[in-house]
T-cell receptor, first 120, second 113 residues
Framework: GAVVSQHPSRVICKSGTSVKIECRSL??????MFWYRQFPKQSLMLMAT?????????EQGVEKDKFLINHASLTLSTLTVTSAHPEDSSFYIC????????????????FGPGTRLTVL | GQQLNQSPQSMFIQEGEDVSMNCTSS?????WLWYKQDPGEGPVLLIA?????ELTSNGRLTAQFGITRKDSFLNISASIPSDVGIYFC?????????????FGKGTKLSVIP
């Protein structure tokens, strides 16, 4: 089956620093990638949707200047949390799909294992 | 935005028992999905439902897409210890150039051996 990896799996950083999280599709080309965040004992909240080579579409309430997304290739998307603060501590999960737009079906969206970010 | 009400929030059951959980929404979805998430991992798709009234099984799991398109349930039969985890429902709406996947808040399942 399709595999999506994330790196790092855990990261601890000081307040004010920037952190980059990578999401890779290992055995397929991901036309679309999604970034979610999940607070403890909470559900997944979509942050943004990105298509290879174009700007990401951010959900309402998500600061695009704080959460920089780059989908530079069909197998890699990065999320950079800039000037991180303790309230940014969360579990960040990416997912990838081989399709785009309304053609994305549930079973073509594959989730990564997540990255635990802790900001001190 | 769209919201899903998932219940129960948590369950403690004896190994071998059957489990049922459900999700309801005030909005219509094109697709209902059920995921399982283990601690520190991403969610894994269990069942996808694409048509109102559809009843689909995956091993000991059975899920149904409500005929109103606003609800879905998941049943697990003869639970085993490895069923432990958090189960999320998700509703997918796609159309008119938009695509939105909304997750429920999860049902935490604990199985007592």
């Amino acid at each position: 089956g399709a595999v999506v990896s994330q790196h790092p799996s855990r990261v601890i950083c000081k307040s004010g620093t920037s952190v980059k999280i990578e999401c890779r599709s290992l055995d397929f080309q991901a036309t679309t990638m999604f970034w979610y965040r999940q607070f403890p004992k909470q559900s997944l909240m979509l942050m943004a949707t990105s298509n290879e080579g174009s700007k990401a579409t951010y959900e309402q309430g998500v600061e695009k200047d704080k959460f920089l997304i780059n989908h530079a290739s069909l197998t890699l998307s990065t999320l950079t949390v800039t000037s991180a603060h303790p309230e940014d501590s969360s579990f960040y999960i990416c997912s990838a799909s081989t399709r785009a737009g309304t053609e994305i079906l549930a079973d073509t969206q594959y989730f990564g294992p997540g990255t635990r970010l802790t900001v001190l | 935005g769209q919201q899903l009400n998932q219940s129960p929030q948590s369950m403690f059951i004896q190994e071998g028992e059957d489990v049922s959980m459900n999700c309801t929404s005030s909005s219509i979805f094109n697709t209902w999905l059920w995921y399982k998430q283990d601690p520190g991992e991403g969610p894994v798709l269990l069942i996808a439902l694409y048509k109102a009234g559809e009843l689909t099984s995956n091993g000991r799991l059975t899920a149904q897409f409500g005929i109103t398109r606003k609800d879905s349930f998941l049943n697990i039969s003869a639970s085993i210890p490895s069923d432990v985890g958090i189960y999320f429902c998700a509703g997918l709406y796609s159309g008119a150039g938009s695509y939105q996947l909304t997750f429920g808040k999860g049902t935490k399942l604990s199985v007592i051996p």
